[in-house]
């Protein structure tokens, strides 16, 4: 029996990575919420309920370098228009170590559960907790298989004083002991890159996360 897509994230938070050997590994979606394509080097892992012999088919028929199918738009508009999900962009994947002690960064943490951001990430993760400091937020909770996940956002003013670097060290002190921290930022967003990279988190993939449809 393979490994889960939980068990394939825990060993890339160790260092330890699907072989690169150029396939595609397909695994069972971790729960209804939870589709999409993690691309580490030379291996791409596709967690769906979507029939395994129809995603490979599709990653064989792409036209384009072996090794990128998986992140093709042909690929996932095709695994999008199946599953009836929207997507955002692709990201670049990073993990960092959680850190003892109490943040330096001092935060308020917002516990009315209809504010708009703590909306807006449980849509996207479980047991959400939500800080404030001034001018940026910090979003905290599991999301991808269970994985402790953090998003920050800096407001336009408060940029260019490290604020971002700062919210993503304090998210590596709010985590629980023993557990990796996994964030994503959008390949193009080089400010957020830099600032989870100064903070310690190492890149270790690009995904692309499929959520539900949206309301109408």
């Known amino acids: 029996m393979g490994q889960t897509l939980a068990e394939i994230l ?13 396939r595609t590994t397909v695994v ?12 580490f080097t030379a ?4 967690f769906t309920d979507e029939d395994p012999e129809w995603v490979h088919s599709l990653v064989a028929d792409a036209d384009c370098d072996a ?34 002690g109490e943040p330096e960064l001092e935060l308020r943490e917002v516990t009315d559960p209809v504010h708009p951001r703590v909306v807006s990430a449980r849509r ?17 909770g599991r999301g991808v298989a269970g994985r402790w996940e953090v998003a920050v956002e800096v ?10 670097r700062a919210l993503a060290t304090a998210a590596r002190h709010l985590t629980p002991p ?12 080089a400010r957020s890159i830099r600032a989870f990279q100064a ?16 309301p109408v």
Do not use: K, Y
């Open 199 to 214: 903070a310690g988190f190492r890149p270790v993939g690009s995904e692309a996360l499929l959520l539900p449809g949206r």
């Open 67 to 100: 090794l990128a199918a998986t992140m093709h738009p042909r690929f996932l508009t095709a695994l999008l228009d199946r599953t009836g999900r929207v997507t955002d962009t692709i990201d670049l994947l990073t993990v960092a170590s959680s850190l003892p």
């Open 155 to 164: 407001d336009e003013d408060a940029r260019h004083r490290g604020l971002g």
């Open 43 to 46: 291996h791409s892992v596709v």
């Open 10 to 22: 825990r060993e890339a938070a160790r260092g330890r990575f699907p072989e690169a050997d150029g």
């Open 124 to 140: 996207r993760r479980d047991g959400v907790r939500v800080w404030e400091a001034d001018g940026a937020v910090l979003v905290l």
């Open 28 to 39: 069972g979606a971790p729960n209804g919420r939870d589709t999409g394509v993690i691309a």
């Open 178 to 189: 023993g557990e990796p921290l996994w964030s994503q930022q959008a390949a193009g967003n």
